[in-house]
């Protein structure tokens, strides 16, 4: 029987967690207005811009994708931090549904993403991008269904992991390539024909993508490059594919 207590158990003690590390909110929300500031001013003056639309404004998507990534990578990290201590021991003999621990893990997770995409859009009127309230019900929507993607991914990851220095050096050979292969930066379109396969498995890119569709509509050569029904149905099924995956693994984890 499903265990809703667990999972809020499991959530409230991310959240708790989270908030309690004071210098991990401070980087989280200093490192992505950085990277929008020094990228968007140092690239901007290489890359050609059009539609309206100027460099700072065309990577606010990515930069919102960016900070997806990161934040729910990082928050299945504490999957292997709590197997080398010991505490996911103690859960999995719980007498609880181990789905209920992988939903309180991957919800967890893809909220902690989502409000820390979502702090993001607040630079979005300094850079001339409006957002009215069905542009920001449309971007919730979105950055949850890309949280609970790549944080299912991550979680599916973290579950064959016995070490946090492995799980650092799995995450770093995939998250990278992730980011420069998702169209936050440039256009996807404009790669070599190897490279550009491989956007067409990464959440990531299909994420920006649909952020371009509500952020930067008409924006010429730098907009969205896939329809978006498109890039919500790969995102859904990407999401239910690894959701299921890692409660398989976790099912038969001893």
């Not at 220095?165 to 995939?174: Q, S, Y």
């Not at 491989?198 to 959440?203: A, G, K, S, Y």
Request: aromatic share 14%; proline share 5%; glycine share 8%.
């Amino acid at each position: 029987m499903f265990s809703y207590k667990a999972v809020y158990v499991i959530v409230l003690r991310e959240f708790k967690r989270f908030f309690r590390q004071k210098g991990r909110l401070v980087v989280t929300a200093a490192r992505p207005l950085l990277w929008l500031l020094i990228v968007g001013s140092g690239f901007g003056r290489l890359v050609q811009t059009g539609g309206g639309v100027n460099y700072m404004q065309f990577i606010l998507p990515g930069i919102v994708g960016m900070t997806i990534l990161f934040s729910s990578i990082f928050s299945t990290m504490s999957v292997v931090w709590d197997r080398e201590f010991g505490f996911l021991r103690e859960m999995l003999v719980a007498p609880v549904p181990r789905v209920a621990i992988v939903a309180g893990e991957i919800l967890s997770g893809s909220m902690l993403s989502l409000f820390q995409g979502a702090m993001l859009l607040i630079v979005a009127p300094f850079l001339d991008i409006s957002i009215g309230y069905s542009e920001l019900a449309a971007m919730i929507f979105l950055m949850l269904l890309v949280s609970i993607s790549i944080t299912a991914f991550g979680l599916f990851v973290a579950s064959f992991m016995t070490s946090l220095e492995g799980f650092n050096v799995i995450m770093n050979f995939i998250v990278l390539p992730m980011f420069f292969l998702s169209g936050a930066l440039y256009p996807v379109s404009g790669l070599p024909l190897p490279l550009k396969v491989l956007t067409f498995i990464n959440p990531l890119c299909f994420g920006v993508d649909s952020f371009k569709h509500v952020l930067l509509p008409g924006a010429g050569r730098l907009s969205a490059e896939f329809p978006l029904v498109v890039d919500v149905a790969f995102l859904a099924v990407f999401a239910a594919i690894f959701v299921f995956s890692s409660a398989y693994v976790f099912e038969r984890r001893k």
